[in-house]
């Protein structure tokens, strides 16, 4: 098999193809019309597959895309996995890679008008699994507040789509490395998310998440936090939650599919005492895998 | 020569090299990550080039992406004239095509952080001129209204980036091909624009069009009018317009660098006479030309 290798931890398939590259007539490219999503990958198990995939096909459907079958989605992952752990025989039962999957609506000519029957495209994308510091785990995160507001979109608000240039300027506000992500707000000062995962906010037993019907994009992981905080006698609540209030949480913590959750230790000169909400999280959302 | 040919009426060059694609880790296709223009060439000369180059090194410099120098541009532009020209040797004389030039910020690894060393990707685009209805220049053209507001983004307002995806989801609101455009307020029921053209109107002696710096996009058209508008005795203003006050103008254009302008004939039920500032403005855009 000779897929796509740019660097040695690099995989690509678009549309089951191995070497294959992306038309400059895809409209993913013209108009970043399309969805993604990222996920991990252990020991040879897409992890929290169903979650990923129901949030796909919603993303789709809200852009009018027809999302391929799973069954196709999982055989790309699974071939990706194959080369991977070709690639790295030893780590073969430890094995953790990225997936990020592309769905576009397809080519068509110049011109933002749908074509009548558009073939969308797939482009699965398998990259090592970050290195994460071991502090972030144990000791939590410092985050920054990015200047940049998130415009509200209510047709877009939710969906991981493919156009992310607020997410691309957010992130270029920092280049301290010990920030783990930076935390967006609207043009009201309400709290959304941060740039590459979501955030809850711990007032004694309410679990509170930011709103997301203006933007934001709704992950996989918050979704499961939401479903979850019931086991630790937390009532979820989903609100507007403007930055003076979050300061005021007892625990801030953020969330994605590859790291799990973190507790944020600091945010805009406040910090937070070591508390232990994130690694509770994190036990849960590994220990709730098998069901999926 | 064997410049990409995807059919008989599209070339493509990236990076100066045809028959090229575009990696899915570029950043244009990741995340929207970069900007275009799309100008017409007319009898083998790139109309108003110094306008349209202006605009994009402009756009570039918005997102901190270093754009190709003009001579690069040109000489692709020129590559896939002669390409088109020997496509249909009839036509040479009379040859129209459009070229759409993408710039993007270049490739990088997953994630939103810039790549510390962006290379740009440069891709340039040749397609047939559109088929315009001979009545949109002597009627004038019907306009759909569209429900999708425009959403505040003060960082990104008058770039032509990448991030279409209100613009692709205003266009599928309409299949009405007597439709010629479509009409873009903000969550404030303000004009802003067209999803492919920008919108005049004329008051009395005053002619205005829509301010851009909450969203929409700043086309050269656009700008080369606000600088002619004082030839036909007419007093350029940049302005909030509500739709309400719109629909009182006296005349409405809207304009674009294909088509030039056309007058608009109707609009959400209401019809205005035949009147010539249309006319007048594509004359005055085609005889200013030669500057350029």
């Given at each position: 098999?000779?897929?796509?290798?740019?660097?040695?931890?690099?995989?690509?398939?678009?549309?089951?193809?191995?070497?294959?590259?992306?038309?400059?007539?895809?409209?993913?490219?013209?108009y970043g019309d399309g969805v993604f999503r990222?996920?991990?990958?252990?020991?040879?198990?897409?992890?929290?597959?169903?979650?990923?995939?129901q949030k796909l096909v919603s993303d789709c459907h809200a852009l009018g895309i027809?999302?391929?079958?799973?069954?196709?989605?999982?055989?790309?992952?699974?071939?990706?996995?194959?080369?991977?752990?070709?690639?790295?025989?030893?780590?073969?039962?430890?094995?953790?890679?990225?997936?990020?999957?592309?769905i576009?609506?397809?080519?068509?000519?110049?011109?933002?008008?749908?074509?009548?029957?558009?073939?969308?495209?797939?482009?699965?994308?398998?990259?090592?699994?970050?290195?994460?510091?071991?502090?972030?785990?144990?000791?939590?995160?410092?985050?920054?507040?990015c200047?940049i507001q998130l415009s509200h979109q209510p047709v877009l608000a939710g969906i991981k789509h493919l156009n992310r240039l607020e997410n691309v300027i957010a992130?270029?506000?920092?280049?301290?490395?010990?920030?783990?992500?930076?935390v967006l707000m609207d043009a009201f000062d309400h709290v959304i998310e941060c740039t590459s995962s979501n955030i809850f906010?711990?007032?004694?037993?309410?679990?509170h998440t930011p709103d997301l019907s203006n933007c934001g994009v709704a992950g996989v992981t918050r979704q499961?936090?939401l479903?979850?905080?019931?086991?630790?006698?937390?009532?979820?609540k989903v609100s507007h939650i403007p930055?003076?209030?979050?300061?005021?949480?007892?625990?801030?913590?953020?969330c994605n599919?590859?790291?799990?959750?973190?507790?944020?230790?600091?945010?805009?000169?406040?910090?937070?005492?070591?508390?232990?909400?994130?690694?509770?999280?994190?036990?849960?959302?590994?220990?709730?895998?098998?069901?999926?």
């Open positions: 098999m000779t897929i796509s290798q740019i660097n040695k931890s690099r995989h690509v398939l678009i549309n089951g193809q191995p070497d294959a590259l992306i038309s400059p007539f895809d409209r993913g490219f013209a990222t996920l991990a990958v252990v020991q040879g198990q897409p992890e929290h597959w169903l979650d990923h995939y027809v999302c391929p079958s799973a069954d196709i989605l999982l055989s790309d992952i699974d071939k990706l996995i194959k080369v991977s752990s070709k690639e790295k025989p030893a780590l073969k039962e430890k094995l953790e890679i990225v997936v990020k999957m592309v576009t609506r397809g080519e068509s000519e110049r011109g933002y008008a749908m074509p009548a029957l558009a073939q969308p495209n797939r482009i699965v994308i398998a990259t090592d699994f970050p290195s994460y510091p071991e502090a972030n785990f144990v000791e939590g995160v410092k985050l920054h507040l200047s992130r270029a506000e920092w280049h301290d490395s010990n920030m783990a992500d930076g906010a711990r007032f004694g037993s309410e679990l499961r936090i479903a979850l905080s019931e086991t630790l006698c937390l009532q979820a930055l003076a209030r979050l300061m005021q949480a007892d625990e801030l913590i953020i599919s590859l790291f799990g959750a973190w507790q944020v230790r600091e945010l805009n000169q406040q910090r937070w005492p070591r508390l232990a909400l994130a690694s509770q999280l994190r036990a849960l959302l590994k220990s709730a895998h098998a069901q999926h």
